[in-house]
């Protein structure tokens, strides 16, 4: 893989070609000073200063001051305040940008959303509707980590350390996205060798009747709008298909590097290349096939879910009880 690969997937770099086909998106690029907020471990974890007096979390942090037996320690000083930092032109910029895009918005850095850490959001999901909320969401992230310090680890030509800017891509928010709506599509030497369900932590019936529908769909709007338009020849992307049944594009990553193959191998994918086998779409068809994932707090590719594994036996016995459920089910019926 080339640093070009890696650079053509950065969201910034491929939105104004494919706007036309994808989610609408504002662009902020963004200070060293608040690269420098995000990476800093040296004090306490403190969200900036608002100018718009908007709060990341207003109903979630109780306030001891406003308790009759509160009192400040004596070595305690009202004098030294902690120092929160602030970025107010930014603030504002961002604040115009999310009334633009309806009001809520979705954070992107570079490459990277910080979907790891969507457990602290107060929405419990990465919608936003002011800085602050952003700015936790992004502090609280190990997966952007990646976008900060290691975008560029997988390059065989690897000469930068990080990339020139860093911006911040605020994505209109749809709530009514349905997350089984959404697949992951790999591209080797231009051919659209695999798609998978994107969400592999849960198991949707609805999928197994229309995945032959599904893919047809797909591999039409990759030959249509992708193939001819995006530079890389190998490569992955993500696709959202509507209830109309359209096809949006959602994203662009690296083949392999640290993008998830989910239901795939890279290994597989590459076999299948070579072979010229029929084109596959792989979704979650029961229960027992579910991966664990950032719902369980610990990333489904870092455990073995492998036959006689710990997982796989919990998995099992889930699979049971639900049968179970089912079967009481149909008796009360």
Known sequence: MKEDEVNRCQIQNWYPRFKSLTIKTKFHKLPESFINYLIDDSGPFLLPHS??????????????EEEDDF??????SDDEPLNRPSFPELEIEIRESIETLGGTIIPKLNWSSPKDAAWIS?????SCTCFNEIALLFRS????????????????????????????????????????????????????????????TTFYPVLLNEKDLLK???????????????????????????????????????????????MF???????????????????????LSVLPGLKTAVPYDYLDV?????WAQVLKIVEEEFQKDDQSSDEVA
Not at 275 to 283: S, T, V, Y
């Open 51 to 64: 100018v718009t007096n908007e709060d990341a979390m207003p109903n979630r942090v109780h306030n001891f």
């Open 122 to 126: 107060p929405s419990q999901n990465l």
């Open 71 to 76: 009192q400040v320690p004596e070595e305690s």
């Open 216 to 262: 047809g769909l797909i591999e039409e709007f990759f030959d249509d709008k992708i193939r001819f338009e995006f530079e890389s020849e190998n490569y992955t992307f993500d696709v959202y298909v509507t209830k109309e049944r359209r096809v949006k594009l959602i994203d662009f990553n690296t083949w392999c590097g640290s993008t998830l193959p989910l």
């Open 141 to 200: 992230s190990d997966s952007l980590t990646h976008d900060l310090f290691n975008a560029y680890d997988s390059c065989s030509d690897k000469v930068s350390s990080r990339p020139e800017s860093f911006y911040l891509a605020l994505r209109k928010w749809y709530p009514s996205l349905k997350p089984e709506m959404e697949f992951r599509c790999f591209v080797k030497s231009n051919e659209l060798v695999g798609i998978c369900q994107r969400e592999v």
């Open 265 to 287: 191998t890279w290994e597989e994918l590459e076999k299948i290349h070579g072979e010229c086998d029929e084109l596959e779409l792989r979704i979650v068809e029961s229960r």
């Open 306 to 310: 492998s036959a006689g594994s710990g």
